[in-house]
Protein backbone atom coordinates (compact mmCIF):
# COMPACT_ATOMS: atom_id res chain seq x y z
CA UNK A 1 0.00 0.00 0.00
CA UNK A 2 2.80 2.62 1.36
CA UNK A 3 5.09 1.96 -1.70
CA UNK A 4 1.99 2.25 -4.40
CA UNK A 5 1.06 5.52 -2.41
CA UNK A 6 4.65 6.73 -3.00
CA UNK A 7 5.24 5.76 -6.58
CA UNK A 8 1.71 7.48 -7.65
CA UNK A 9 3.15 10.77 -5.70
CA UNK A 10 6.47 10.49 -7.67
CA UNK A 11 4.61 10.52 -11.10
CA UNK A 12 2.25 13.29 -10.01
CA UNK A 13 5.78 15.30 -9.09
CA UNK A 14 7.65 14.31 -12.50
CA UNK A 15 4.17 15.40 -14.27
CA UNK A 16 4.17 18.54 -12.51
CA UNK A 17 7.67 19.57 -13.22
CA UNK A 18 7.56 18.39 -17.44
CA UNK A 19 4.73 20.95 -17.20
CA UNK A 20 6.41 23.93 -15.42
CA UNK A 21 3.93 23.77 -13.28
CA UNK A 22 6.89 22.68 -10.14
CA UNK A 23 10.20 23.75 -10.67
CA UNK A 24 13.22 21.91 -9.18
CA UNK A 25 15.92 19.83 -9.64
CA UNK A 26 15.08 16.63 -8.24
CA UNK A 27 12.52 15.17 -6.13
CA UNK A 28 13.24 15.55 -2.41
CA UNK A 29 12.82 12.82 0.11
CA UNK A 30 9.27 12.49 1.53
CA UNK A 31 7.47 10.15 4.10
CA UNK A 32 4.39 8.07 3.57
CA UNK A 33 2.83 7.31 6.97
CA UNK A 34 -0.32 6.13 8.85
CA UNK A 35 -2.33 9.89 10.01
CA UNK A 36 -2.68 10.27 13.27
CA UNK A 37 -6.24 11.88 14.68
CA UNK A 38 -6.44 15.26 15.82
CA UNK A 39 -7.04 14.13 19.20
CA UNK A 40 -7.45 10.97 21.31
CA UNK A 41 -10.35 9.31 20.34
CA UNK A 42 -10.60 10.97 16.87
CA UNK A 43 -10.34 8.94 13.55
CA UNK A 44 -7.74 9.54 11.41
CA UNK A 45 -8.63 11.46 8.07
CA UNK A 46 -7.75 8.92 5.51
CA UNK A 47 -5.72 6.10 5.06
CA UNK A 48 -1.99 7.30 4.46
CA UNK A 49 -0.93 11.16 4.60
CA UNK A 50 2.17 12.40 3.17
CA UNK A 51 4.56 15.61 4.00
CA UNK A 52 5.22 15.82 0.10
CA UNK A 53 4.22 18.99 -0.38
CA UNK A 54 6.47 20.22 3.02
CA UNK A 55 9.56 18.84 1.52
CA UNK A 56 8.84 20.17 -2.35
CA UNK A 57 7.85 23.67 -1.36
CA UNK A 58 11.06 23.98 0.34
CA UNK A 59 13.03 23.56 -2.67
CA UNK A 60 10.06 24.59 -5.18
CA UNK A 61 10.74 28.21 -6.29
CA UNK A 62 8.01 30.66 -6.45
CA UNK A 63 5.33 27.74 -4.80
CA UNK A 64 4.40 27.91 -1.02
CA UNK A 65 3.43 24.35 0.18
CA UNK A 66 -0.53 25.04 -0.08
CA UNK A 67 -0.05 25.41 -3.45
CA UNK A 68 2.09 22.80 -3.86
CA UNK A 69 -0.40 20.46 -1.84
CA UNK A 70 -3.40 21.47 -4.42
CA UNK A 71 -1.22 20.88 -7.65
CA UNK A 72 -0.07 17.35 -6.29
CA UNK A 73 -3.29 16.46 -5.52
CA UNK A 74 -4.44 17.32 -8.97
CA UNK A 75 -1.98 15.75 -10.58
CA UNK A 76 -2.38 12.62 -8.37
CA UNK A 77 -5.82 12.17 -9.82
CA UNK A 78 -4.26 12.03 -13.33
CA UNK A 79 -2.29 9.71 -12.85
CA UNK A 80 -3.58 7.64 -10.68
CA UNK A 81 -5.43 5.83 -14.08
CA UNK A 82 -6.93 2.82 -11.22
CA UNK A 83 -8.44 5.11 -8.89
CA UNK A 84 -6.55 3.65 -6.25
CA UNK A 85 -6.48 6.78 -4.54
CA UNK A 86 -10.43 7.31 -3.68
CA UNK A 87 -10.40 10.22 -1.68
CA UNK A 88 -7.22 13.08 -1.24
CA UNK A 89 -7.66 15.47 1.10
CA UNK A 90 -5.23 18.95 1.73
CA UNK A 91 -4.97 19.46 5.49
CA UNK A 92 -2.77 22.18 6.52
CA UNK A 93 -0.49 21.58 3.48
CA UNK A 94 -0.51 17.58 3.99
CA UNK A 95 -1.79 15.58 1.81
CA UNK A 96 -4.07 12.78 3.63
CA UNK A 97 -5.37 10.13 1.36
CA UNK A 98 -8.34 7.77 1.47
CA UNK A 99 -7.69 3.96 -0.55
CA UNK A 100 -10.62 2.43 -2.47
CA UNK A 101 -11.88 -0.75 -0.69
CA UNK A 102 -10.34 -2.81 -3.34
CA UNK A 103 -7.05 -1.73 -2.01
CA UNK A 104 -7.17 -3.58 1.38
CA UNK A 105 -8.39 -7.13 -0.55
CA UNK A 106 -5.32 -6.34 -2.97
CA UNK A 107 -3.30 -6.74 0.33
CA UNK A 108 -4.93 -10.11 1.22
CA UNK A 109 -3.97 -11.32 -2.62
CA UNK A 110 -0.54 -9.70 -2.51
CA UNK A 111 0.32 -11.52 0.97
CA UNK A 112 -1.10 -15.02 -0.28
CA UNK A 113 0.46 -14.77 -3.97
CA UNK A 114 3.93 -13.63 -2.48
CA UNK A 115 3.87 -16.75 -0.05
CA UNK A 116 7.07 -17.01 1.87
CA UNK A 117 9.01 -14.57 0.27
CA UNK A 118 6.03 -11.85 1.48
CA UNK A 119 8.11 -9.12 3.51
CA UNK A 120 11.96 -10.29 2.00
CA UNK A 121 13.70 -8.55 -0.58
CA UNK A 122 15.17 -10.45 -3.62
CA UNK A 123 18.61 -12.42 -2.51
CA UNK A 124 21.03 -10.00 -3.09
CA UNK A 125 19.37 -7.81 -5.03
CA UNK A 126 21.20 -4.69 -3.46
CA UNK A 127 24.28 -5.65 -4.73
CA UNK A 128 25.47 -4.26 -1.39
CA UNK A 129 28.38 -6.83 0.43
CA UNK A 130 27.53 -6.90 4.12
CA UNK A 131 29.56 -8.19 7.00
CA UNK A 132 28.43 -8.86 10.42
CA UNK A 133 30.67 -9.97 12.59
CA UNK A 134 29.82 -11.36 16.11
CA UNK A 135 30.13 -13.80 18.57
CA UNK A 136 34.09 -13.86 18.62
CA UNK A 137 34.18 -15.71 21.74
CA UNK A 138 37.95 -16.28 23.26
CA UNK A 139 38.33 -20.50 22.40
CA UNK A 140 39.47 -20.89 25.97
CA UNK A 141 36.06 -22.39 26.98
CA UNK A 142 32.34 -22.34 26.60
CA UNK A 143 30.08 -20.06 25.19
CA UNK A 144 28.71 -18.83 28.64
CA UNK A 145 25.59 -16.47 28.88
CA UNK A 146 28.14 -13.39 28.75
CA UNK A 147 27.94 -14.37 25.04
CA UNK A 148 23.97 -15.15 25.16
CA UNK A 149 22.46 -11.90 23.98
CA UNK A 150 25.80 -10.99 21.44
CA UNK A 151 24.93 -14.40 19.69
CA UNK A 152 21.52 -13.59 19.18
CA UNK A 153 21.70 -10.17 18.20
CA UNK A 154 24.43 -10.36 15.60
CA UNK A 155 22.51 -13.23 13.81
CA UNK A 156 19.28 -11.23 13.92
CA UNK A 157 20.77 -8.70 12.33
CA UNK A 158 22.43 -10.54 9.80
CA UNK A 159 19.07 -12.53 9.26
CA UNK A 160 17.65 -8.71 8.89
CA UNK A 161 20.36 -7.77 6.48
CA UNK A 162 19.50 -10.75 3.99
CA UNK A 163 16.53 -10.01 3.94
CA UNK A 164 16.14 -6.67 2.70
CA UNK A 165 18.70 -8.00 0.03
CA UNK A 166 21.81 -7.44 0.56
CA UNK A 167 24.47 -10.34 -0.01
CA UNK A 168 25.39 -10.86 3.70
CA UNK A 169 28.44 -12.48 5.71
CA UNK A 170 28.34 -13.96 9.29
CA UNK A 171 31.60 -13.52 10.63
CA UNK A 172 33.39 -15.41 14.16
CA UNK A 173 36.72 -13.73 14.83
CA UNK A 174 39.22 -16.28 16.23
CA UNK A 175 40.99 -14.91 19.36
CA UNK A 176 43.92 -17.36 18.78
CA UNK A 177 46.74 -15.53 19.80
CA UNK A 178 48.31 -14.28 23.09
CA UNK A 179 48.73 -14.82 26.66
CA UNK A 180 45.10 -15.99 26.57
CA UNK A 181 45.36 -19.34 24.26
CA UNK A 182 48.79 -20.23 25.67
CA UNK A 183 47.43 -19.93 29.95
CA UNK A 184 45.08 -22.30 28.11
CA UNK A 185 47.91 -24.71 26.50
CA UNK A 186 49.73 -24.77 29.51
CA UNK A 187 46.86 -26.25 31.75
CA UNK A 188 45.99 -28.23 29.45
CA UNK A 189 49.63 -29.85 29.41
CA UNK A 190 49.40 -30.15 33.07
CA UNK A 191 46.38 -31.94 33.05
CA UNK A 192 48.05 -34.25 30.81
CA UNK A 193 50.59 -34.85 32.47
CA UNK A 194 48.43 -35.54 35.61
CA UNK A 195 46.63 -38.26 33.58
CA UNK A 196 50.05 -40.05 33.77
CA UNK A 197 49.83 -39.94 37.61
CA UNK A 198 52.01 -36.71 38.38
CA UNK A 199 50.56 -34.18 40.96
CA UNK A 200 50.30 -30.81 39.28
CA UNK A 201 48.67 -27.42 40.67
CA UNK A 202 47.44 -24.72 38.67
CA UNK A 203 48.83 -21.21 38.58
CA UNK A 204 46.49 -18.61 39.27
CA UNK A 205 44.68 -17.41 35.61
CA UNK A 206 44.77 -20.85 34.52
CA UNK A 207 42.06 -22.99 33.45
CA UNK A 208 40.18 -25.21 36.00
CA UNK A 209 37.19 -26.02 34.83
CA UNK A 210 36.35 -29.87 33.89
CA UNK A 211 36.15 -29.22 29.93
CA UNK A 212 40.16 -28.81 30.26
CA UNK A 213 40.62 -32.31 31.50
CA UNK A 214 38.22 -33.91 28.89
CA UNK A 215 40.37 -32.05 26.82
CA UNK A 216 43.71 -33.23 28.32
CA UNK A 217 41.87 -37.16 28.45
CA UNK A 218 41.28 -36.23 24.43
CA UNK A 219 44.58 -34.93 23.39
CA UNK A 220 45.97 -38.03 25.56
CA UNK A 221 44.37 -40.62 23.49
CA UNK A 222 45.68 -38.89 19.91
CA UNK A 223 48.62 -38.69 21.52
CA UNK A 224 49.93 -41.02 23.99
CA UNK A 225 52.78 -40.12 26.05
CA UNK A 226 54.75 -38.57 23.55
CA UNK A 227 54.89 -35.31 24.59
CA UNK A 228 56.08 -36.10 28.22
CA UNK A 229 59.59 -35.39 27.66
CA UNK A 230 59.58 -33.01 25.12
CA UNK A 231 60.63 -29.23 25.48
CA UNK A 232 57.78 -26.37 26.12
CA UNK A 233 58.78 -24.91 22.59
CA UNK A 234 57.39 -28.54 21.21
CA UNK A 235 54.48 -28.94 23.26
CA UNK A 236 53.02 -25.74 23.93
CA UNK A 237 51.91 -25.20 20.23
CA UNK A 238 50.59 -28.94 20.76
CA UNK A 239 48.60 -28.01 23.35
CA UNK A 240 47.10 -24.59 22.20
CA UNK A 241 46.20 -26.27 18.96
CA UNK A 242 44.25 -29.37 20.54
CA UNK A 243 42.88 -26.91 22.81
CA UNK A 244 41.01 -24.14 20.33
CA UNK A 245 40.05 -27.03 17.87
CA UNK A 246 38.01 -28.80 20.96
CA UNK A 247 36.51 -25.63 22.01
CA UNK A 248 35.86 -24.36 18.62
CA UNK A 249 33.95 -27.58 18.32
CA UNK A 250 32.02 -27.18 21.50
CA UNK A 251 31.46 -23.61 20.87
CA UNK A 252 29.95 -24.23 17.20
CA UNK A 253 27.66 -27.23 18.52
CA UNK A 254 26.36 -24.35 20.98
CA UNK A 255 25.67 -22.06 18.38
CA UNK A 256 24.04 -24.57 15.91
CA UNK A 257 21.81 -25.21 19.02
CA UNK A 258 21.11 -21.99 18.88
CA UNK A 259 20.65 -21.79 15.24
CA UNK A 260 23.25 -19.90 14.79
CA UNK A 261 26.03 -20.20 11.81
CA UNK A 262 28.82 -18.23 10.31
CA UNK A 263 30.06 -18.38 7.13
CA UNK A 264 33.72 -17.59 8.18
CA UNK A 265 35.72 -18.59 11.43
CA UNK A 266 38.78 -15.95 11.04
CA UNK A 267 41.54 -17.03 12.96
CA UNK A 268 43.70 -13.83 14.69
CA UNK A 269 46.58 -15.72 14.43
CA UNK A 270 46.84 -15.68 10.54
CA UNK A 271 47.37 -12.43 10.59
CA UNK A 272 49.91 -12.26 12.81
CA UNK A 273 51.44 -15.37 10.28
CA UNK A 274 51.09 -13.21 7.45
CA UNK A 275 53.04 -10.27 8.73
CA UNK A 276 49.89 -8.34 8.75
CA UNK A 277 50.03 -7.18 12.20
CA UNK A 278 53.31 -5.46 12.55
CA UNK A 279 52.96 -4.44 8.56
CA UNK A 280 49.89 -2.26 9.97
CA UNK A 281 51.88 -0.71 12.16
CA UNK A 282 54.83 -0.24 9.50
CA UNK A 283 52.05 1.17 7.51
CA UNK A 284 50.89 3.84 10.21
CA UNK A 285 54.84 5.06 11.15
CA UNK A 286 55.28 5.78 7.50
CA UNK A 287 51.96 7.53 6.94
CA UNK A 288 52.78 10.44 10.02
CA UNK A 289 50.33 9.50 12.66
CA UNK A 290 52.98 7.72 15.33
CA UNK A 291 55.31 8.74 18.01
CA UNK A 292 57.60 6.97 20.31
CA UNK A 293 56.88 8.57 24.02
CA UNK A 294 57.01 7.13 27.35
CA UNK A 295 52.90 7.74 27.73
CA UNK A 296 50.27 8.38 25.51
CA UNK A 297 49.32 12.44 24.88
CA UNK A 298 45.96 13.15 26.35
CA UNK A 299 42.73 14.67 24.94
CA UNK A 300 43.23 18.60 25.09
CA UNK A 301 46.57 17.70 27.11
CA UNK A 302 44.57 16.73 30.23
CA UNK A 303 45.63 14.00 32.58
CA UNK A 304 43.10 11.21 32.81
CA UNK A 305 42.88 8.84 36.31
CA UNK A 306 42.10 5.76 35.00
CA UNK A 307 40.07 3.32 36.92
CA UNK A 308 41.98 0.96 39.07
CA UNK A 309 40.21 -2.23 38.29
CA UNK A 310 40.31 -1.05 34.44
CA UNK A 311 42.64 -3.15 31.95
CA UNK A 312 44.58 -0.44 31.00
CA UNK A 313 45.45 0.18 34.69
CA UNK A 314 45.88 -3.71 34.97
CA UNK A 315 48.38 -3.57 32.83
CA UNK A 316 49.90 -0.38 32.82
CA UNK A 317 53.60 -1.75 33.14
CA UNK A 318 53.20 -3.29 29.76
CA UNK A 319 52.57 0.09 28.34
CA UNK A 320 55.47 2.01 29.63
CA UNK A 321 56.56 3.70 26.46
CA UNK A 322 56.73 2.05 22.91
CA UNK A 323 54.96 3.64 19.72
CA UNK A 324 51.59 5.35 20.14
CA UNK A 325 48.86 5.66 17.36
CA UNK A 326 47.27 9.67 17.11
CA UNK A 327 43.93 8.22 17.98
CA UNK A 328 42.58 11.48 19.10
CA UNK A 329 44.28 13.05 15.72
CA UNK A 330 40.24 13.43 14.54
CA UNK A 331 38.30 14.76 17.38
CA UNK A 332 37.70 17.59 15.33
CA UNK A 333 35.90 15.72 13.04
CA UNK A 334 32.64 17.10 11.63
CA UNK A 335 30.59 13.59 10.60
CA UNK A 336 27.47 13.30 11.74
CA UNK A 337 28.25 9.23 12.50
CA UNK A 338 31.85 9.54 13.26
CA UNK A 339 31.19 12.35 15.79
CA UNK A 340 30.76 9.83 18.26
CA UNK A 341 33.73 8.16 17.93
CA UNK A 342 36.21 10.40 20.31
CA UNK A 343 39.14 8.86 21.95
CA UNK A 344 40.14 10.39 25.23
CA UNK A 345 44.57 9.54 24.81
CA UNK A 346 46.21 8.24 22.02
CA UNK A 347 46.62 3.98 22.43
CA UNK A 348 50.00 1.89 22.08
CA UNK A 349 50.41 0.25 19.26
CA UNK A 350 53.93 -1.04 19.78
CA UNK A 351 55.25 -2.23 23.20
CA UNK A 352 59.02 -0.59 23.88
CA UNK A 353 60.34 -3.82 22.56
CA UNK A 354 58.83 -4.11 19.45
CA UNK A 355 55.89 -6.64 20.09
CA UNK A 356 51.99 -5.66 19.20
CA UNK A 357 49.41 -5.21 21.28
CA UNK A 358 45.70 -6.38 20.82
CA UNK A 359 44.60 -3.25 19.38
CA UNK A 360 47.27 -3.22 16.82
CA UNK A 361 45.62 -6.83 15.97
CA UNK A 362 42.43 -5.51 15.79
CA UNK A 363 43.27 -3.13 13.28
CA UNK A 364 45.19 -4.99 10.77
CA UNK A 365 41.28 -7.59 11.13
CA UNK A 366 39.46 -4.56 10.33
CA UNK A 367 41.75 -3.43 7.71
CA UNK A 368 41.60 -7.50 6.32
CA UNK A 369 37.92 -6.15 6.14
CA UNK A 370 37.97 -3.11 3.79
CA UNK A 371 40.23 -5.06 1.70
CA UNK A 372 37.65 -7.82 1.53
CA UNK A 373 35.19 -5.35 -0.57
CA UNK A 374 32.85 -5.18 2.24
CA UNK A 375 30.24 -1.98 1.55
CA UNK A 376 29.01 -2.36 5.16
CA UNK A 377 30.66 -3.79 8.15
CA UNK A 378 28.77 -4.73 11.91
CA UNK A 379 30.51 -5.28 14.97
CA UNK A 380 28.56 -6.49 17.42
CA UNK A 381 30.82 -5.90 20.79
CA UNK A 382 29.95 -6.16 24.31
CA UNK A 383 29.18 -3.15 25.81
CA UNK A 384 32.33 -2.95 27.57
CA UNK A 385 34.42 -3.26 24.76
CA UNK A 386 32.89 0.66 24.18
CA UNK A 387 35.99 2.29 24.43
CA UNK A 388 37.46 -0.10 21.50
CA UNK A 389 34.89 1.66 19.37
CA UNK A 390 36.73 5.08 18.67
CA UNK A 391 40.33 3.55 18.08
CA UNK A 392 39.06 0.78 15.43
CA UNK A 393 37.02 3.75 13.86
CA UNK A 394 39.92 6.38 13.53
CA UNK A 395 42.62 4.05 13.23
CA UNK A 396 40.97 2.66 9.43
CA UNK A 397 40.38 6.64 9.07
CA UNK A 398 44.46 7.33 9.62
CA UNK A 399 44.72 5.00 6.94
CA UNK A 400 42.58 6.69 4.36
CA UNK A 401 39.65 4.47 4.85
CA UNK A 402 36.09 5.11 4.43
CA UNK A 403 34.94 4.94 8.40
CA UNK A 404 31.42 5.58 7.81
CA UNK A 405 31.60 2.06 6.71
CA UNK A 406 31.84 0.60 10.07
CA UNK A 407 28.82 0.25 12.57
CA UNK A 408 29.07 -1.07 16.25
CA UNK A 409 26.63 -2.62 17.73
CA UNK A 410 27.26 -2.42 21.83
CA UNK A 411 24.97 -5.00 23.87
CA UNK A 412 24.68 -4.69 27.39
CA UNK A 413 24.52 -8.07 29.36
CA UNK A 414 21.07 -9.64 30.53
CA UNK A 415 21.03 -10.77 33.93
CA UNK A 416 19.27 -14.41 34.04
CA UNK A 417 17.09 -14.73 36.74
CA UNK A 418 14.88 -17.27 38.83
CA UNK A 419 13.37 -16.43 41.86
CA UNK A 420 14.38 -12.96 42.01
CA UNK A 421 18.09 -14.32 41.87
CA UNK A 422 20.30 -13.83 39.67
CA UNK A 423 21.84 -17.36 37.80
CA UNK A 424 25.47 -17.67 37.03
CA UNK A 425 26.07 -21.57 37.99
CA UNK A 426 24.30 -24.47 36.48
CA UNK A 427 22.85 -26.51 38.97
CA UNK A 428 23.84 -29.57 36.96
CA UNK A 429 27.71 -28.78 36.15
CA UNK A 430 28.46 -26.58 39.13
CA UNK A 431 30.23 -24.50 36.35
CA UNK A 432 29.30 -21.22 34.62
CA UNK A 433 26.00 -21.10 33.40
CA UNK A 434 26.68 -21.63 29.92
CA UNK A 435 24.80 -20.58 26.99
CA UNK A 436 23.90 -24.40 25.87
CA UNK A 437 22.40 -24.71 29.66
CA UNK A 438 19.94 -21.59 28.86
CA UNK A 439 18.57 -23.32 25.56
CA UNK A 440 18.36 -26.34 27.56
CA UNK A 441 16.02 -24.73 29.61
CA UNK A 442 13.91 -21.80 28.05
CA UNK A 443 14.31 -23.35 24.47
CA UNK A 444 15.67 -21.36 21.25
CA UNK A 445 12.82 -19.38 20.23
CA UNK A 446 12.35 -18.15 23.77
CA UNK A 447 16.25 -17.13 23.45
CA UNK A 448 16.00 -15.72 20.76
CA UNK A 449 13.11 -13.61 21.55
CA UNK A 450 14.03 -12.26 24.60
CA UNK A 451 17.26 -11.40 23.70
CA UNK A 452 16.12 -9.09 20.57
CA UNK A 453 13.22 -7.84 21.93
CA UNK A 454 14.84 -4.49 23.15
CA UNK A 455 17.33 -2.48 21.50
CA UNK A 456 20.68 -3.42 22.44
CA UNK A 457 22.04 -1.39 24.79
CA UNK A 458 19.06 -1.49 26.87
CA UNK A 459 19.38 -3.20 30.12
CA UNK A 460 16.66 -6.09 31.68
CA UNK A 461 16.33 -9.65 33.78
CA UNK A 462 15.78 -12.80 31.46
CA UNK A 463 13.46 -14.40 34.26
CA UNK A 464 13.34 -18.11 33.93
CA UNK A 465 10.12 -18.17 35.99
CA UNK A 466 8.03 -15.85 33.58
CA UNK A 467 8.83 -17.22 29.85
CA UNK A 468 7.98 -21.18 31.96
CA UNK A 469 4.29 -19.97 31.64
CA UNK A 470 1.63 -20.64 29.22
CA UNK A 471 -0.12 -17.36 29.44
CA UNK A 472 -0.38 -14.32 28.28
CA UNK A 473 2.15 -12.84 30.69
CA UNK A 474 4.63 -14.89 28.75
CA UNK A 475 5.40 -12.39 26.07
CA UNK A 476 6.88 -15.18 23.68
CA UNK A 477 4.25 -17.38 24.64
CA UNK A 478 1.42 -14.84 23.18
CA UNK A 479 3.78 -14.22 20.32
CA UNK A 480 3.67 -17.54 19.00
CA UNK A 481 0.11 -18.13 20.02
CA UNK A 482 -0.88 -15.57 17.82
CA UNK A 483 0.12 -18.02 14.48
CA UNK A 484 -1.15 -20.82 16.00
CA UNK A 485 -4.50 -19.20 16.72
CA UNK A 486 -4.96 -18.61 12.69
CA UNK A 487 -3.70 -21.81 12.27
CA UNK A 488 -6.78 -23.39 14.49
CA UNK A 489 -9.28 -21.16 12.77
CA UNK A 490 -8.26 -22.49 9.18
CA UNK A 491 -8.57 -25.95 10.41
CA UNK A 492 -11.53 -25.36 11.98
CA UNK A 493 -12.95 -23.90 8.45
CA UNK A 494 -12.01 -27.04 7.19
CA UNK A 495 -13.48 -29.02 9.76
CA UNK A 496 -16.96 -27.22 9.20
CA UNK A 497 -16.79 -27.96 5.88
CA UNK A 498 -16.02 -24.28 4.93
CA UNK A 499 -12.36 -24.33 3.70
CA UNK A 500 -11.05 -21.57 2.56
CA UNK A 501 -11.00 -21.97 -1.17
CA UNK A 502 -7.30 -20.78 -1.78
CA UNK A 503 -5.82 -17.64 -3.95
CA UNK A 504 -6.96 -18.69 -6.97
CA UNK A 505 -10.88 -19.44 -6.08
CA UNK A 506 -10.30 -16.04 -4.79
CA UNK A 507 -13.19 -13.41 -6.11
CA UNK A 508 -13.46 -10.12 -5.68
CA UNK A 509 -17.43 -10.20 -4.04
CA UNK A 510 -14.89 -12.72 -1.24
CA UNK A 511 -12.51 -9.32 -0.63
CA UNK A 512 -15.15 -6.56 -0.56
CA UNK A 513 -16.34 -8.41 2.64
CA UNK A 514 -13.77 -7.05 4.77
CA UNK A 515 -15.05 -4.11 5.55
CA UNK A 516 -14.83 -3.75 9.23
CA UNK A 517 -12.21 -1.03 9.94
CA UNK A 518 -10.59 -3.54 12.22
CA UNK A 519 -9.96 -5.40 9.28
CA UNK A 520 -9.19 -2.94 7.02
CA UNK A 521 -6.43 -1.90 10.06
CA UNK A 522 -4.92 -5.53 9.94
CA UNK A 523 -4.64 -5.54 6.13
CA UNK A 524 -3.19 -2.16 6.46
CA UNK A 525 -0.44 -3.05 8.86
CA UNK A 526 0.12 -6.12 6.88
CA UNK A 527 1.28 -4.46 4.18
CA UNK A 528 3.75 -2.75 6.18
CA UNK A 529 5.82 -5.58 6.71
CA UNK A 530 8.40 -4.88 3.86
CA UNK A 531 8.99 -1.21 4.71
CA UNK A 532 9.88 -2.81 8.75
CA UNK A 533 12.19 -5.27 7.78
CA UNK A 534 13.89 -2.80 5.42
CA UNK A 535 14.12 -0.22 8.02
CA UNK A 536 15.27 -2.35 11.05
CA UNK A 537 18.40 -3.78 8.44
CA UNK A 538 19.27 -0.56 7.86
CA UNK A 539 19.17 0.77 11.61
CA UNK A 540 20.58 -2.91 13.03
CA UNK A 541 17.35 -3.00 15.53
CA UNK A 542 15.43 -6.65 15.00
CA UNK A 543 13.09 -5.34 18.10
CA UNK A 544 10.80 -3.71 15.53
CA UNK A 545 11.04 -6.42 13.60
CA UNK A 546 8.73 -8.21 17.09
CA UNK A 547 6.98 -5.09 17.88
CA UNK A 548 5.86 -4.96 14.59
CA UNK A 549 4.47 -8.54 15.15
CA UNK A 550 3.33 -7.91 18.26
CA UNK A 551 1.23 -5.16 17.63
CA UNK A 552 -0.71 -7.23 14.48
CA UNK A 553 -1.19 -10.54 16.90
CA UNK A 554 -2.72 -7.82 19.69
CA UNK A 555 -4.88 -6.10 17.18
CA UNK A 556 -6.25 -9.27 15.49
CA UNK A 557 -6.57 -10.87 18.95
CA UNK A 558 -8.90 -7.69 19.92
CA UNK A 559 -10.63 -8.11 16.59
CA UNK A 560 -11.41 -11.59 17.14
CA UNK A 561 -12.78 -11.20 20.92
CA UNK A 562 -15.00 -7.84 19.68
CA UNK A 563 -16.53 -9.99 16.80
CA UNK A 564 -17.46 -13.19 18.33
CA UNK A 565 -21.35 -12.97 17.71
CA UNK A 566 -20.18 -12.19 14.03
CA UNK A 567 -17.14 -14.79 14.01
CA UNK A 568 -14.95 -15.64 11.01
CA UNK A 569 -16.61 -18.56 9.99
CA UNK A 570 -20.35 -17.69 10.28
CA UNK A 571 -23.32 -18.37 8.03
CA UNK A 572 -22.33 -15.71 4.98
CA UNK A 573 -20.21 -17.92 3.16
CA UNK A 574 -18.77 -14.98 0.76
CA UNK A 575 -18.41 -12.88 3.84
CA UNK A 576 -16.70 -16.24 5.68
CA UNK A 577 -14.29 -16.78 2.36
CA UNK A 578 -13.29 -12.90 2.85
CA UNK A 579 -12.00 -13.38 6.45
CA UNK A 580 -10.55 -16.78 6.02
CA UNK A 581 -8.39 -15.22 3.12
CA UNK A 582 -7.45 -12.01 5.80
CA UNK A 583 -6.74 -14.96 8.33
CA UNK A 584 -4.48 -17.22 5.92
CA UNK A 585 -2.68 -13.82 4.83
CA UNK A 586 -2.22 -12.70 8.65
CA UNK A 587 -0.95 -16.12 9.20
CA UNK A 588 1.43 -16.05 6.53
CA UNK A 589 2.79 -12.01 7.58
CA UNK A 590 3.06 -13.67 10.95
CA UNK A 591 5.20 -16.59 9.77
CA UNK A 592 7.27 -14.88 7.66
CA UNK A 593 8.39 -12.19 9.87
CA UNK A 594 9.32 -15.18 12.28
CA UNK A 595 11.66 -16.63 10.06
CA UNK A 596 12.83 -13.27 9.03
CA UNK A 597 14.54 -13.90 12.95
CA UNK A 598 14.38 -16.78 13.02
CA UNK A 599 11.85 -17.85 15.26
CA UNK A 600 9.36 -21.34 14.77
CA UNK A 601 5.91 -20.74 14.05
CA UNK A 602 3.87 -23.30 15.70
CA UNK A 603 0.79 -24.53 14.05
CA UNK A 604 -0.93 -25.88 17.23
CA UNK A 605 -0.84 -24.35 21.01
CA UNK A 606 -2.92 -24.78 24.14
CA UNK A 607 -5.22 -21.63 24.37
CA UNK A 608 -4.37 -19.62 27.87
CA UNK A 609 -5.94 -20.78 30.83
CA UNK A 610 -7.99 -17.17 31.18
CA UNK A 611 -9.77 -17.99 27.42
CA UNK A 612 -10.16 -21.98 27.94
CA UNK A 613 -12.26 -20.77 31.12
CA UNK A 614 -14.11 -17.64 29.14
Same mark, same amino acid.
Given at each position: #??????????????????????????????????????????????????????????????????????????????? %??????? $?????????????????????????????????????????? +????????????????????????????????????? /???????????????????????????? &???????? =???? !???? &???? !??? +?????????????????????????????????????? @???????????????? =?? %????? =???? $????????????????? +??????????????????????????????????????????????????????????????? %??????????????????????? /???????????????? =?????????????????????????? $????? @????????????????????? #????????????????????????????????????????????????????????? /? @????????????????????????????????? /??????????? %??????????????????????????? #????????????????????? !?? #??????????
Amino acid at each position: #MKSRVQLLLCEALNVLKAQGVLDFESPPSFNVEVPRAAKPGDTPRGDWASNVALVVGRVAKGKKPPEVAQAIAKALGDV %DRDGYVA $KTEVVNAFLNFTLKDSAFGDVAKDVLSHGERFGRTPPKSTGK +KVLVEFVSANPTGPVHIGHARGSFMGDGIARLMDAAG /HDVTREFYINDSGKQVETLGRTIYKRYR &ELFGEAVT =LAEG !EYPA &EYVI !EIA +KTWKAEVQDSFLSKPEAQWLPAAIAVGIRENMKAIRAT @LAKANISHDVFFSEQS =LH %DGGKV =LGIA $KEYVAAGVTYEAAEPRR +KDDQDKVRDADSKAAKFADRQAGGTFLMTTKWKDDKSVKQSRYKDEEDRILLRADGTPVYLTA %DLAYHRAKFERGFDRMVDVFGAD /HSGHVPRIATGMKLLG =LDADKLDFVLVQIVRITRGGEEVKVS $KRKGT @LFELADLIDEAGPDVCRFIFL #MKTANAQFDFDLDDVAKQSKTNPVFYFQYGHARCASILKKALEKGQPFVGLAALTPA /H @LAALQLPEEKALLKKMSQLPEVVASAADRLEPH /HVLYFCQELIG %DFHAYYTQYKSDPVINVDPVKTQGRLA #MVAALKQTLKNAFAILGISAP !EH #MDAPEAEDAA
